[in-house]
């Protein structure tokens, strides 16, 4: 498996703000193959050379990624705790699950002997509950430091080919495909502006610039006055075949959040009547789920990918904390052609929406 991080404070708080994202990734690489030599060409359990069988590797994978909420007392904590509680939780999940499945290494085991395989339902809810342990967390600081504390959090796990995760708020998980030059968004934003747009009171266009798209409604956390033995916390999940012309992008929204003149941009598209002139001066604006494609496409290595998004975002004004982790994993099995069926990944096909610097609003 091939991964990258990269994160900044962005450009509009360089000057003294602190980077309040967080990001944490746990891999799992496994090799086997009886009497391996140096030069990579397996034995067999008789000692005869097999240069058409050489070692088998897989792999696995934890990924977390969080967001505290800008202008309360302990983000960067949030953050900070969700991050590392989630891994923490799901580490040995993801090798358990890949101790109960031999079949990648042709291991003579009888699999009556293992553990039954976890379903995909298993390893959504462990991923639910790896959010919810990392939500009791953080409300414990809160309630400990007398301070408000709240983040977002996107998690998930990487195993046998499929990705299972999770998430609260509006930081987001995506999957750019180079077989057929596409993105899918993999989540949907827990936020006031896609509230607006799921009514149908706003179009993808004003979703980008919205005035209100720094509120959401869903976060870890809270101000100190939870029980951190009893705190829950509603976790989204959903589980999708990946290949190995994917490339997993998890982010804040400090990616696509990063125009700092939004609003008058939302006034001028308003005020033109949602015209289609107004609507490109509105995306040439703002970082778009097309550019982000487009630049991981077009990248020579993960790397690159990670910090020409974090470039792209601060040329577009750099509103935000900005962080980003990419893998993929070329072992997997190939994008399926079109003759072939592709199975439609994104949790909502008509489209995403743009939010900004995070601000909690309490449920009615």
Partial sequence: MDYATNYDVGDRKRGGGINEDSVALSVF??????????????EDRTGERDDEDPPANRSAAVFALADGAGGHDAGDVASYLATTVICEELAPVVAEA????????????????????????DLQTAVADAIVAAH??????AAESGTQAYTTAVAGVVVDGEVHYGWVGDSRAYLVNGARQSIELLTKDHGVVQELHDRGEIDDVAAHVHPRGNEITRALGGAGDGDPETASVPVETNSVTLFAEDVLLVTSDGL???QTDAPALYERYVEAGRSDEAAEVVREAVVTDEEIRDLVLGSDSLDDAAS??????NERGGKDNLSVVLARDPELPSTPGDDEGMPVRAVDPDGPVEDRETVIVPEE
């Fill in 136 to 141: 009791r967390e953080v409300v414990r600081y």
């Fill in 308 to 313: 020409g998004l974090i470039d792209l975002s």
């Fill in 256 to 258: 696509i959040d990063a």
């Fill in 29 to 42: 690489e496994q090799g086997h193959r009886s009497g391996v030599t140096t030069d990579g060409v397996g």
């Fill in 98 to 121: 890949s101790r109960r499945n031999p079949d990648a290494f042709a291991v003579d085991i009888d699999e009556s002997l293992l553990p039954d395989r976890p379903t995909a339902t």
